[in-house]
């Protein structure tokens, strides 16, 4: 029997190689659709008109420093807390920023699978980490449902918000009890019975609610950045903004999407300070400004550690290689 024809795959009810084309195509035009709106509103908006205050420029420098200092250091000892055997801080760190890299150049979840599998060069290791990883973001699902609550009480965002904050804890301890009773069940799959009880173990109470600590914290260093900019913006300084603006960009990117979250993250921020009062224009320019703090230096420098890493790695493997 010869090979088979697009024709005769169509008449057996296979899809064509035009069809998976095209749902490729789809799949694609759907995912770039949020980056599209943004270039649609940064092209109606026209931001570039605001003028910004004298002090903008140390704020975005300042706001970078912090963002090294306190922010990202805090997320690395969160990611820490939650690893089986944790290595040394600095290696969890430079992980953490390869990890950031692949989120701002590929998107769609891509930097936790990254860190992971960055984070140690050993067989049978990247299913551990990467459910540790998982692990990290329940605590930190459970520490947005706190600030999601204490948004709601400060700024009278009303009962959907702490409807939402309860549901969220609700699905979290949920979802932990359905792990525990799964794990017995998995004696057939080994590999996957040791990453989900890596996962469990990194989900004990101490641990969650140290995780959900670091979590808080690393937020109140960014609420000090967003009042910063509002200064630069002509904003007038208000942490109930700034507390909003944490919460709608939290809420914002919770689901994984786009390369940098470009598009859902200054929707989510937009759209908080329109709520505070914030003309539209000015809003989109301190959305985007402040998310292009967060990811060109962070690239930049992550990238300079991935390519130090790698080369590393290299003569390394060639010294074990070569028996010296």
């Known amino acids: 029997m010869g090979p088979a024809s697009p024709a005769n795959l169509v008449a057996a009810g296979g899809?064509?190689?035009?069809?998976?084309?095209?749902?490729?195509?789809?799949?694609?035009?759907?995912?770039?659709?949020?980056?599209?709106?943004?270039a649609v509103v940064l092209w109606r908006e026209k931001p570039w008109r605001v003028s910004l205050s004298a002090s903008a420029p140390w704020v975005v420098m300042l706001t970078i420093l912090l963002n090294f200092a306190v922010s990202l250091p805090l997320k690395a000892w969160?990611?820490?807390?939650?690893?089986?055997?944790?290595?040394?801080?600095?290696?969890?760190?430079?992980a953490t920023l390869e990890g950031l890299l692949a989120n701002a150049a590929i998107g769609f979840g891509s930097g936790d699978v990254v860190r992971a599998a960055r984070l140690r060069q050993q067989p049978g290791q990247l299913a551990v980490d990467y459910a540790c990883t998982w692990a990290e973001r329940g605590a930190e699902v459970l520490a947005l449902a706190v600030l999601v609550f204490?948004?709601?009480?400060?700024?009278?965002?009303?009962?959907?918000?702490?409807?939402?904050?309860?549901?969220?804890?609700?699905?979290?301890?949920?979802?932990?009890?359905?792990?525990?009773?799964?794990?017995?069940?998995?004696?057939r799959w080994p590999r996957v019975q040791c990453a989900l009880s890596s996962g469990l173990q990194a989900s004990t109470p101490r641990l969650v609610a140290a995780m959900a600590a670091l979590s808080l914290l690393g937020w109140s260093s960014e609420v000090v950045m967003l009042v910063l900019f509002q200064g630069a913006f002509h904003i007038e300084p208000s942490f109930q903004t700034a507390l909003l603006t944490l919460v709608g960009i939290n809420a914002?990117?919770?689901?994984?999407?786009?390369?940098?979250?470009?598009?859902?993250?200054?929707?989510?921020?937009?759209?908080?300070?329109?709520?505070?009062?914030?003309?539209?224009?000015?809003?989109?320019?301190y959305a985007l400004t402040y998310h292009l703090t967060h990811v060109i230096p962070v690239a930049i420098v992550a990238a300079v550690v991935y390519l130090v890493r790698?080369?590393?790695?290299?003569?390394?493997?060639?010294?074990i290689s070569t028996g010296r």
Not at 78 to 93: D, E, I, M, S
Not at 313 to 318: E, G, L
């Open 252 to 285: 914002a990117i919770v689901i994984p999407t786009l390369p940098g979250n470009f598009g859902t993250y200054e929707a989510g921020a937009t759209m908080a300070l329109l709520v505070c009062g914030v003309s539209r224009d000015v809003a989109v320019l």
């Open 310 to 319: 790698s080369r590393r790695y290299k003569t390394t493997a060639a010294r």
């Open 150 to 187: 204490v948004a709601a009480l400060a700024t009278e965002l009303g009962a959907l918000a702490m409807a939402f904050s309860g549901l969220a804890v609700a699905g979290y301890v949920a979802l932990l009890a359905a792990g525990r009773s799964l794990l017995p069940r998995l004696g």
């Open 78 to 94: 969160r990611w820490r807390f939650a690893l089986t055997n944790p290595p040394p801080f600095r290696r969890v760190l430079a």
């Open 15 to 38: 899809d064509s190689p035009g069809t998976g084309t095209t749902r490729s195509r789809w799949k694609l035009a759907l995912r770039c659709l949020p980056l599209a709106l943004l």
